[in-house]
């Protein structure tokens, strides 16, 4: 399977990366992951790189990381949906003191727009 993972430096994201690696490492995935700059976020695109370098190096997979400039949600679909991944994967997402998950609009325009299959890691 041919997976895109988007990654905004928030903790949920870096959690949907530690899932994708050890998914990539069972199933045998071809990952790419693709570094979003989001201005709620205080890590620069550099620093979140730096993060993701050193965690793929732990785990011993060496998949293509770029970046993708302009809206997050948007470039991530386009992305996705060009390129011919199978899967899209992003983290996040909070319940609300209801139950009810919350998403932020980043999170809520992939998957609404979207065509590609995408999994949301919380």
């Known amino acids: 399977m ?24 069972e199933a045998g995935d071809d990952l790419t992951v693709a570094i979003v700059d989001r201005d709620a976020v205080e890590l ?31 470039r991530l679909v386009e992305t996705a949906d060009s390129e011919e991944f199978d899967r899209l994967v992003i983290g996040g997402g909070q319940r609300s003191a209801l139950g009810k998950i919350q998403l932020d609009e980043t999170i809520e325009f992939v998957l609404l727009n979207s065509e590609t299959t995408v999994t949301l890691v919380r």
């Open 44 to 74: 620069t695109p550099e620093e979140i790189e730096g993060r993701v370098s050193t965690r793929l190096d732990e785990s011993s997979l060496a998949p293509e990381i770029v970046r993708l400039e302009g809206h997050a949600g948007s």
């Open 2 to 25: 041919n997976v895109l993972l988007g990654i905004d430096g928030t903790d949920p994201s870096f959690d949907a990366l530690d899932e994708a690696i050890r998914r990539t490492r």
